[in-house]
């Protein structure tokens, strides 16, 4: 990763009626990387990334792509970015080459179908149509078609929203592919793993402002307690322990796993302190680990994860 911005955002706001729903965030994408907009529905991500890709227009501030500003420069743009499509926007009676030789006749340059469909290992399915393929295929599809004109910038918004576990890990091996081959990714998600796996940096957003920005280790080692110990006593404990163990860090009770507590601490000198208050107990569960992208969301946004997608997507509270 070079520091030569893919993307500028500058001051962006957006206004729908009386609402504002972007007010005024500035980031920068640099060139080769995967970034991430991370936020729940509604944060204002998609809004983003649409100006950016010139699909919708600002209320006010700049975005520019490889130094081209997305309004101005919309033409020269198109040609050398990648936009995700949902897929159920593809034509219903053309095969998957057709629409990809379609695709890449918008196009002065671009891919033949072939090279792109076994790049992701679907050439068997090259003469199927979209409505034939399950929901992992054609989220998989629906990105190899932004890559027809092999664009320097691809955009990616949820790009594995609905999917199982094991078609959303093999989409992220195609968003590394990506990657590999030199180009800039920006994908928006509310998926914390998502985010974890393949973002090197993310700007964690809610209600059209950016909360923070940084990489992911850096965003969990600036928090105040870092270190994070869950344990799980196996009697209840009495209202000394528990003010003892408040007072070395913050104490919470676990969501959604009855009895269990989540202590977090400014350090190992703290871990220590705790470690002996536990250690007469019993404790049926303990772990100690470093804070995660889920505890930075919590603290940042006020909002925890639901249980409702594999345990990974946000929600308010
Ligand atoms: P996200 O992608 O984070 O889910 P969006 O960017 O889609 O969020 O939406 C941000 C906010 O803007 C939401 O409250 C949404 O209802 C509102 N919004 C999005 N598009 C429009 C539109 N065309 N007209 C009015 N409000 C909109």
């Known amino acids: 990763?070079?520091?030569?911005?893919?993307?500028?955002?500058?001051?962006?706001?957006?206004?729908?009626?009386?609402?504002?729903?972007?007010?005024?965030?500035?980031f920068q994408v640099w060139k080769n990387?995967?970034?991430?907009?991370?936020?729940?529905?509604?944060?204002?991500?998609?809004?983003?990334?649409?100006?950016?890709?010139g699909l919708r227009t600002a209320t006010s501030g700049s975005t520019r792509v490889l130094g081209m500003d997305s309004q101005n420069d919309l033409d020269r743009i198109k040609d050398r970015i990648g936009v995700q499509l949902q897929s159920s926007a593809y034509f219903e009676h053309l095969t998957l080459e057709e629409i990809l030789d379609l695709f890449r006749s918008f196009y002065g340059k671009g891919l033949e179908p072939h090279e792109l469909l076994?790049?992701?290992?679907?050439?068997?399915?090259?003469?199927?149509?979209?409505?034939?393929?399950?929901?992992?295929?054609?989220?998989?599809?629906?990105i190899v078609a932004a890559l027809v004109n092999d664009p320097e910038v691809v955009f990616l918004d949820?790009?594995?929203?609905?999917?199982?576990?094991?078609?959303?890990?093999?989409?992220?091996?195609?968003?590394?592919?990506?990657?590999?081959?030199?180009?800039?990714?920006?994908l928006t998600s509310h998926y914390l793993e998502e985010v974890e796996a393949?973002?090197?940096?993310?700007?964690?957003?809610?209600?059209?402002?950016?909360?923070?920005?940084?990489?992911?280790?850096?965003?969990?080692?600036?928090?105040?307690n870092p270190v994070r110990l869950d344990?799980?006593?196996?009697?209840?404990?009495?209202?000394?322990?528990?003010?003892?163990?408040?007072?070395?860090g913050t104490l919470k009770e676990s969501h959604g796993k009855a009895g269990e507590y989540v202590l977090f601490l400014k350090d190992l000198v703290a871990l220590k302190a705790a470690?002996?208050?536990?250690?007469?107990?019993?404790?049926?569960r303990i772990a100690v680990s470093t804070a995660n992208l889920?505890?930075?969301?919590?603290?940042?946004?006020?909002?925890?994860?639901?249980?409702?997608?594999?345990?990974?997507?946000?929600?308010?509270v």
């Open 1 to 26: 990763m070079n520091s030569e911005p893919a993307i500028e955002v500058e001051d962006l706001v957006k206004v729908y009626g009386d609402r504002r729903v972007l007010k005024g965030i500035s």
């Open 33 to 53: 990387e995967v970034f991430g907009l991370l936020g729940e529905n509604g944060a204002g991500k998609t809004t983003t990334l649409e100006i950016i890709e």
């Open 118 to 142: 076994s790049m992701v290992g679907m050439e068997d399915f090259r003469r199927m149509r979209v409505s034939q393929l399950s929901g992992g295929l054609k989220q998989r599809f629906s």
């Open 158 to 186: 949820e790009p594995t929203t609905g999917l199982d576990p094991v078609a959303r890990r093999n989409l992220w091996e195609l968003v590394r592919s990506i990657k590999e081959q030199g180009k800039t990714v920006i």
């Open 198 to 224: 393949l973002c090197e940096r993310v700007a964690i957003i809610k209600e059209g402002e950016i909360l923070a920005l940084d990489t992911v280790a850096s965003l969990v080692l600036r928090q105040e």
């Open 231 to 248: 344990f799980l006593p196996g009697q209840e404990l009495s209202g000394e322990v528990l003010s003892r163990l408040s007072s070395l």
């Open 275 to 284: 470690l002996r208050e536990l250690e007469p107990l019993e404790l049926n």
């Open 294 to 316: 889920e505890d930075v969301f919590v603290r940042l946004t006020g909002s925890r994860m639901t249980g409702e997608e594999e345990g990974l997507a946000w929600r308010v």
